[in-house]
């Protein structure tokens, strides 16, 4: 699975960034969960977000939830997360992932391919 993820940038506190993660699989994209993570400097990367192959369900960590939405076009192989509100904090790299196996995970070790990321910085 190759992801290539793009869409960062700069913006204010308050403004919006959405990101898109488009795949190429030989295997079809519906059977795969796909994660997005973020690192910030000098810290390790941490879990956002998380979609399962159907788009059924989704998980977000605390901190995002109500302003951050994963979600996915399987026609497309694309996966997006729209970022809302966005805060000082929200600032990091960003990477998409993705977990051929089993159900949608939160651990970055869970995951087996990885995105190049996008860099999100957001000006307060």
């Known amino acids: 699975v190759q992801l290539q993820a793009s869409g960062g940038g700069l913006v204010q506190a308050g403004g919006s960034l959405r990101l898109s993660c488009a795949a190429a699989?030989?295997?079809?994209?519906?059977?795969?969960?796909m994660g997005w993570f973020r690192q910030a400097p000098g810290s390790e990367r941490e879990f956002v977000a998380a979609i399962s192959g159907s788009g059924g369900s989704t998980y977000y960590t605390d901190s995002v939830k109500g302003r951050f939405t994963i979600s996915r076009d399987n026609a497309k192989n694309m996966v997006y997360l729209q970022m809302n509100s966005l805060k000082s904090e929200d600032t990091g790299v960003y990477y998409c992932a993705a977990r051929t196996w089993g159900a949608p995970r939160r651990r970055p070790d869970d995951y087996e391919y990885w995105g190049q990321g996008t860099l999100v910085t957001v000006s307060s």
């Open positions: 699989s030989g295997r079809t994209f519906s059977t795969i969960h």
